[in-house]
């Protein structure tokens, strides 16, 4: 599910950048719901906390989910412009990759931040699971092993969680899972899965293929696996296909509120693996 990175700007607002591992499948057996696509969504602002300064934010945001018998692939491309009511502005680009194991034991991931085209952090390295002996370790941006709290998991294996609970009534799931999109751990995540959308809410859509498809709306909330906290760090609402593509996200940052839309959709086949 998404991992959230936040990054602070040259004028010191933090802008989340958010990875969306959009395909809700379960990749040890290659689900053959499951389906491998690029996805190309825009963003806009939906509003602005008063006394934020932010006076517009506009975005692209693309995703490709490869897979074969050995596991998942994800890249990704997040580009914010972030316009200020002082006049000031940002480009913050953030370009991801990750590989997750068939099984869900192992990970590796590769983050890189730019602000207005120059890098600013890279975050690379790989994880294991493995019962109580469960670690990340960091290469970049400096090198350290921190331990991952029993029960984490990795994000398709999250994902394939939460979409087997979807169905006909509401449903809530909770788990630690972690990304590598920062070298602070694991996240809490409380997904709350809404009923089977039906009629019109699911079946409209402009892209061949996904008419009539079964959808459900998931509520995605962040913590910090680390602190006892009431409030979420972010939260993020999802219209998700059985299919495992995301037509819609709505994103609220605290400080904002942002809409992301497929604008361009690309898929695949699945792999068949026995």
């Given at each position: 599910m998404p991992g959230v990175v936040y990054l602070c700007t040259a004028v010191g607002?933090?802008?989340?950048?958010?990875?969306?591992?959009?395909?809700?499948?379960?990749?040890?057996?290659?689900?053959?719901?499951?389906?491998?696509?690029?996805?190309?969504?825009?963003?806009?602002?939906?509003?602005?906390?008063?006394?934020?300064?932010?006076?517009?934010?506009?975005?692209?945001?693309?995703?490709?989910?490869?897979?074969?018998c050995s596991g998942w692939t994800m890249s990704n491309r997040t580009v914010f412009d972030v316009t200020y009511t002082s006049g000031d502005s940002v480009r913050v680009t953030m370009d991801a990759s990750t590989w997750e194991s068939a099984a869900g034991?192992?990970?590796?991931?590769?983050?890189?931040?730019l602000f207005n085209d120059k890098e600013t952090e890279r975050i690379e390295g790989k994880a294991r699971l493995d019962g109580g002996r469960s670690i990340a370790e960091f290469t970049l941006p400096t090198k350290k092993t921190i331990k991952l709290p029993a029960g984490t998991m990795f994000p398709t294996m999250h994902t394939k969680m939460v979409?087997?609970?979807?169905g006909e009534t509401p449903e809530i799931i909770r788990a630690t899972v972690f990304d590598g999109f920062t070298d602070s751990g694991a996240q809490f995540v409380n997904a709350v899965i809404g009923k089977r959308m039906s009629g019109e809410k699911s079946a409209k859509s402009v892209f061949p293929g996904l008419e009539n498809q079964p959808a459900w709306s998931v509520s995605l909330a962040f913590f910090d696996a680390s602190k006892d906290e009431a409030e979420p760090n972010s939260e993020i609402r999802l219209k998700i296909l059985r299919n495992g593509i995301a037509e819609r996200m709505e994103m609220d940052f605290?400080?904002?509120?942002?809409?992301?839309?497929?604008?361009?959709l690309r898929t695949g086949n699945p792999a068949a693996c026995n």
């Open positions: 607002l933090v802008v989340p950048v958010v990875v969306v591992a959009v395909a809700l499948g379960v990749p040890g057996a290659m689900a053959a719901n499951l389906v491998p696509h690029t996805a190309h969504y825009g963003m806009q602002l939906l509003s602005a906390r008063g006394g934020s300064g932010i006076e517009t934010v506009t975005g692209d945001m693309a995703i490709r989910w490869e897979g074969d034991d192992r990970y590796t991931y590769l983050v890189r931040t979409l087997d609970a979807a605290g400080d904002f509120r942002l809409l992301a839309d497929l604008k361009k």
